[in-house]
């Protein structure tokens, strides 16, 4: 399972939440591709996120959706959207 997390500098809410996600996906082993609203841009349309941020996308071995969520979470529905 892989993590892609979408975020912005100009992001309060990734702002915040960088750290404790970053903490959260190094605690499970997980791979974590980490990718910048407006520096990646042709990377991040591929995965249609809009303008709500920060994105977290669960992608499967072979690199298929499994979920995501979107906005300023906690760290239980963070766990929580790992462990789902």
Not at 5 to 13: D, E, G
Not at 40 to 69: A, M
Request: hydrophobic residues 40%.
């Amino acid at each position: 399972m892989k993590i892609i997390k979408i975020t912005a500098s100009w992001c309060p809410s990734c702002l915040i939440m960088n750290g404790m996600i970053d903490d959260i996906i190094s605690k499970y082993n997980l791979e974590m591709i980490s990718l910048d609203f407006d520096l990646d841009q042709s990377e991040v349309e591929k995965y249609n996120v809009g303008t709500l941020l920060p994105v977290l996308i669960k992608l499967d071995d072979n690199d298929n959706e499994i979920s995501r969520i979107k906005g300023e979470k906690s760290e239980k529905e963070i766990v929580e959207f790992i462990e789902g």
